[in-house]
């Protein structure tokens, strides 16, 4: 069956970085483009970046654009999110899902604290 | 603000039905697909709408899709306890962007 485990969350200061990792299994992850959503503490869900599934094109939301990256490694069936100048307003639970827009499987999520 | 408006509560008696309104504009849902997203306390989304009316396999067919224009509407008929949660319609957008909307939050009174 689809499983998608996100890790690498953690308690970063502002100014910090994290890589967000995300291992994909039960499908033929090279076929499909992936996705990175978050949610802050108490509010809704917001899209953060998507990626082909080469990873030939990528696209970020404005909010994160310039200090985020997405990459994957097909070889290893994982999607990353390389997250850089980290602020207060980041601090979110991140998902990463199947598809664009059809996010038809999500993992459990990562949290990520940015606090001094 | 989200680009998507839903009300933030909705709520209804077990047994009944309920409608979960989405509104956009010509630059989102005006011209794309939407979902919708049930999120049960503590866990991750999961999809309960495609394609404005679709399906997933799994999903009972209480859950049910509609659009007309710049809007969406999610309909549940059938109101279980277990239904309260919140849900998220979601399309892409022209500024080459995924939009959600700001979420509902459904009581099952």
């Known amino acids: 069956q689809v499983q998608l485990v996100e890790s690498g969350g953690g308690l970063v200061k502002p100014g910090g970085s994290l890589r967000l990792s995300c291992a994909a299994s039960g499908f033929t992850f090279s076929d499909y483009y992936m996705s990175w959503i978050r949610q802050a503490p108490g509010k809704g869900l917001e899209w953060v970046s998507y990626i082909t599934s080469s990873g030939s094109a990528v696209y970020y939301a404005d909010s994160v654009r310039g200090r985020f990256t997405i990459s994957r490694d097909n070889a290893e069936n994982s999607l990353y999110l390389q997250i850089n100048s980290l602020r207060a307003e980041d601090t979110a639970v991140y998902y990463c899902?199947?598809?664009?827009?059809?996010?038809?499987?999500w993992g459990q999520g990562t949290v990520v604290t940015v606090s001094s | 603000q989200s680009v998507l408006t839903q009300p933030p509560s909705v709520s209804a008696a077990p047994g009944q039905k309920v409608t979960i309104s989405c509104s956009g504009s010509s630059s989102n849902i005006g011209n794309n697909y939407v979902s919708w997203y049930q999120q049960l306390p503590g866990t991750a989304p999961k999809l309960l709408i495609y394609?404005?009316?679709e399906r997933p396999s799994g999903i009972p067919d209480r859950f049910s899709g509609s659009k007309s224009g710049t809007s969406a509407t999610l309909g549940i008929t059938g109101l279980q306890t277990g239904d309260e949660a919140d849900y998220y319609c979601t399309t892409w957008d022209s500024s080459l962007s995924v939009v959600f909307g700001g979420g509902t939050k459904l009581t099952v009174l």
């Open positions: 899902a199947r598809d664009p827009v059809v996010f038809d499987y």
């Open positions: 394609e404005n009316n």
